[in-house]
Nanobody, 124 residues
């Protein structure tokens, strides 16, 4: 079965960086698209970034463009989200999710499989 395991979250000061990882198993990696979403306490889950695991096409939310970078390592079935220049408003539980196909979509309901999340907390 599909399994997604996030890691790499933590507590950092504003301006700091983290590298989030999502290790995937249970599906043919390069036929899916992976997205990162985040959910802050009391807020809706929002799209952050996505990558097609075959072609490597990427897309970012405007709020993170220029600060976050998504990448993949197909040999390790792992996707990374490098998060730089962190702000307190980036504080959230970060989830990775996958959907079949090589089309990037930004609505969380269109992703069928989810990890358990990794917490990112940014102090001011």
């Amino acid at each position: 079965q599909v399994q997604l395991v996030e890691s790499g979250g933590g507590l950092v000061q504003a301006g700091g960086s983290l590298r989030l990882s999502c290790a995937a198993s249970g599906f043919t990696f390069n036929t899916y698209t992976m997205g990162w979403f985040r959910q802050a306490t009391g807020k809706e889950r929002e799209f952050v970034s996505a990558i097609t695991l075959g072609g490597g096409n990427t897309y970012y939310a405007d709020s993170v463009k220029g600060r976050f970078t998504i990448s993949r390592d197909n040999a390790k079935n792992t996707v990374y989200l490098q998060v730089n220049s962190l702000k307190p408003e980036d504080t959230a539980l970060y989830y990775c999710a996958v959907r079949r196909g090589q089309v990037i979509l930004t609505t969380y309901a269109q992703y069928g499989y989810w990890g358990q999340g990794t917490q990112v907390t940014v102090s001011s």
